[in-house]
């Protein structure tokens, strides 16, 4: 979260490069296999939230390379929990699965098994990742695409 903020600031200043030093430094520094970008947490995936920060300070320094490592970790990591939490109940498609738990965690009728409800929270914060994550890629790939377009 540290470096994050470091290199968020220093890229609102418009030292993208020295963010990126920042960014960069971290990633080569940290195992990657003790502490991942996409990990797991029964926390509403606090983890994940933390990186997610990591991975706006990527895009705002303008590091593809970095966020695209990002992503792709915490991208898989989301993934593999959606897919747990359908195999606790019936098979239905992620975002059923998050209109139903954020339905189940707002005390309305939902069609998530005993299992499944243990994990609502869990499954709404998943599904809203891989949504911000989406959306980010998106946005940094019109971006970067108007970026390159001769006015």
């Given at each position: 979260?540290?470096?994050?903020q ?22 080569a ?11 797991s947490?029964?926390?509403?995936n ?12 990527c ?8 966020a695209?490592?990002?992503?792709a970790?915490?991208k898989k990591?989301l ?14 498609p ?30 709404v ?19 970067r ?7």
């Amino acid at each position: 979260m540290a470096h994050a903020q470091i290199a968020e600031g220093l890229a609102a200043a418009g030292r993208k490069a020295d963010a990126r030093t920042i960014l960069e430094h971290y990633d080569a520094n940290v195992n990657e296999a003790n502490f991942p970008y996409g990990m797991s947490s029964n926390l509403g995936n606090a983890d994940e939230q933390i990186s997610s920060y990591f991975l706006a300070a990527c895009y705002e320094a303008d590091d593809p390379a970095l966020a695209a490592k990002v992503t792709a970790s915490m991208k898989k990591d989301l993934e593999q929990q959606l897919r747990y939490y359908i195999s606790l109940g019936v098979s239905m498609p992620n975002e059923q699965l998050a209109f139903n738990a954020q339905a189940a965690l707002q005390g309305k009728s939902n069609s998530l098994s005993d299992r499944q409800l243990a994990f609502a929270q869990d499954i709404v914060s998943a599904w809203q990742l891989l949504r911000q994550l989406q959306q980010w890629e998106e946005q940094y790939a019109k971006s970067r695409t108007m970026q390159q377009t001769p006015q």
